[in-house]
């Protein structure tokens, strides 16, 4: 077996947040190895919150995709539930706290392209093989890959999905739950202009999604039942673009559905801890949760500026423990609050209870009518990952 490379940081797993923590650890002048293939082409888009579009602004990245995003500058939440104790619709505005949009929603091959680009340019070391074995010793980790080769690291950050290899070696519990939902997803252009707002739809079954794309296109996330989900992904392309029209109430128009389909079963996902024995969880190795709130990807993102931060604070061991209880600290309250929150709205929109309904509808009115509730709301639901280290 050759010689093992050996690192600062080895980052397990090619996904936005693994390219995102390998390159912020890479430009603060840490040695960093970058393991696992190539990110399969996705026609999925996500929405980035100011905090991270600031983050990939500072790296280089941001100007690479900047074109390819829209802004979400409004957000409207509508009740359509069909129930007797409906929600207030609510609608949101970045103007009212000073910001110029929410969030910005490009395709993730864009931002995935972008990121990968800027790595070449630091020069990283990558290696395209997936990760067969992990050895965690006292003073490093120890990465078997699937072609025999090995790398050990000081650190390694555990960005290889719900499944993680090398969550389960250091030893790292998680709770797990799942929803009786199944996410459809697409694209699709439309004859009546967004206007930048994104539009959410709260049906019985889970959000109905409405996210701006530049010009007269846009992403749809819609939770449905598991039969509901299969039906859209079975419709011709004709009957997709009524069913879109009906449960978005036209308020796009004309709907032309674009080549891509995509489902998946909804489930939850959080780690007991997010660092133990020289690894440290981002994304969906750390937390998954359902498409409510655009709060995944941005979790991921911020999980990977907070261990770039630490790694370069600590950088004589950025595995220490010291370093490791310094991450776990820095993502646990952020993760813990968010999966709660969007785990307890999903709950009350497939609550039959009357108490959930009414809970949920004093909610949205008290978010609607109450203006420091509202601006806080929002400026929490932005988020913020300033990059620092």
């Known amino acids: 077996m050759p010689k093992p490379d050996i690192f600062d940081i080895a980052v397990v797993g090619a996904g936005p947040a693994g390219l995102t923590a390998a390159l912020l650890a890479a430009q603060s002048g840490l040695r960093v190895a970058l393991l696992g293939p190539t990110a399969r082409q996705d026609f999925r888009t996500s929405a980035l919150m ?51 949009a929410f969030a910005w929603n490009l395709p993730n091959s864009v931002l995935v392209s972008a990121l990968e680009q800027a790595l070449r ?26 072609d025999d080769r090995s790398v050990e690291a000081r650190l390694a950050i555990a960005s290889d999905g719900r499944r993680s290899l ?28 967004h206007g ?11 959000p109905f999604t409405l ?39 036209r308020i796009l128009g004309e709907i032309r559905p674009e080549s891509g389909r995509g489902q998946f079963p909804l489930g939850g996902l959080v780690a007991h801890q997010f660092a133990r024995r020289r690894v440290m969880l981002v994304g969906e190795a750390a937390h998954v ?8 990807l941005n979790l991921g993102l911020r999980d990977a500026a907070a261990a770039a931060a630490i790694a370069s604070q600590y950088s004589d061991d950025p ?48 978010l609607r009518d109450i203006g420091p509730l509202r601006r806080l709301f929002m400026r929490q639901g932005m988020g913020t990952a300033r990059r620092t280290g």
């Open 166 to 193: 090398l969550r389960q070696a250091a030893g790292i519990a998680t709770r797990e739950w799942s929803y009786p939902q199944t996410a459809f997803v697409t694209n699709f252009s439309h004859s009546t202009p």
């Open 289 to 296: 949760v359902p498409p409510i709130g655009a709060q995944g």
């Open 50 to 100: 100011t905090g991270n579009v600031d983050v990939l602004g500072d790296a280089g990245v941001w100007e690479r995709c900047a074109a390819a995003a829209a802004p979400l500058e409004h957000l409207r939440i509508v009740d359509d539930t069909g129930r007797l104790l409906r929600a207030p619709e609510a609608l949101f505005d970045a103007e009212e706290i000073g910001q110029a």
């Open 196 to 206: 930048n707002t994104s539009t959410e739809f709260h049906r019985p079954t889970g």
């Open 319 to 366: 595995g220490c423990d010291a370093a490791m209880t310094a991450f776990d600290s820095a993502r646990r309250s952020d993760v813990g609050a968010r999966s709660t929150m969007i785990d307890l709205l999903n709950r009350s929109l497939l609550s039959p209870l009357l108490p959930a309904q009414i809970a949920r509808s004093l909610g949205l009115a008290a």
């Open 211 to 249: 996210v701006p794309l530049p010009g007269n296109r846009s992403a749809l996330v819609s939770v449905e039942t598991s039969e509901g989900a299969a039906a859209l992904m079975a419709m011709s392309e004709t009957e997709l673009a009524r069913a879109i029209e009906r449960s978005s109430h």
């Open 121 to 146: 340019e630091t020069g990283m070391v990558r290696f395209e093989t997936s990760v067969a074995a992990v050895e965690l010793q006292e003073a490093k980790a120890v990465l078997s890959l699937e």
